[in-house]
């Protein structure tokens, strides 16, 4: 028996070792590494590095320095990141930090996207990403990995936030930018409430699966309203 155990305790190192690099060389995807100074007003503007850790925040393709704490723009080009003492709400349930991408006017370029973008290694074995936000409106938002949009498609719903996901199985294992956008289009802006980004091994389920969940909603839907009138 003695000489299995150091095979065991191998075996549990490199365990433990795969699942601190779970998330590959990223770092912060939940946004919970925020480094606010306490006592710092709501509706101040904080350094991206402290905000946001291993994150980079842009305007267009202008880097900033600093983001909006705690307070939502009134029509500018904003990155927010929003906490539970937030005065607009916005926080994902469950969560200590939420990220907010405002698309808006940004000075006399008219109006710009808003985004934030983090640089690593996408673990091997991943087939997805995972992530949570509110359900887009007007031109919406958008999702890159190594320049490449990647489609989402809701896996399940949060009160009034979504879980999505989307394949990245031909990223697995290589280094590439991850960015999340607001977009804007014909006078029209959009917004990005978002948290809880992670790699998954799991699939993406397949469009005829969806079929069948939205079918099944929509007869369930019928029944119970044939019921009622009954």
Excluded: H
Aim: charged share 10%; proline share 7%; net charge negative.
């Amino acid at each position: 028996m003695r000489l299995y155990i150091p095979a065991i305790i191998a075996v549990l190192s490199i365990s433990v070792i795969a699942r601190g690099n779970a998330q590959g060389s990223f770092q912060n995807l939940n946004f919970a590494s925020a480094a606010i100074p306490q006592g710092t007003p709501n509706g101040s503007f904080v350094p991206v590095v402290e905000a946001l850790p291993g994150w980079s925040a842009y305007f267009g393709s202008s880097q900033q320095n600093s983001l909006l704490y705690n307070n939502l723009s009134t029509g500018s080009v904003e990155v927010a990141l929003l906490d539970q003492n937030s005065p607009v709400g916005g926080v994902i349930p469950g969560n200590q930090y939420t990220v907010v991408l405002q698309a808006g006017l940004n000075g006399v370029n008219g109006a710009s996207t808003a985004s934030i973008a983090q640089t690593g290694l996408i673990p091997s074995g991943s087939r997805s990403i995972i992530f949570t936000a509110a359900p887009p409106t007007g031109p919406g938002w958008s999702v890159m990995l190594g320049g490449q949009n990647i489609p989402v498609v809701p896996e399940s719903q949060q009160g009034s936030y979504v879980e999505y996901i989307g394949d990245i199985s031909a990223f697995a294992g290589q280094t590439d930018e991850l960015r999340f956008t607001a977009d804007f289009s014909a006078n029209k802006l959009g917004g990005m409430v978002l948290d809880n980004i992670q790699f998954s091994p799991n699939l993406v389920p397949e469009p005829s699966v969806w079929s069948l969940i939205l079918c099944g909603t929509a007869f369930f839907g019928l029944t119970r309203k044939k019921g009622v009138r009954d």
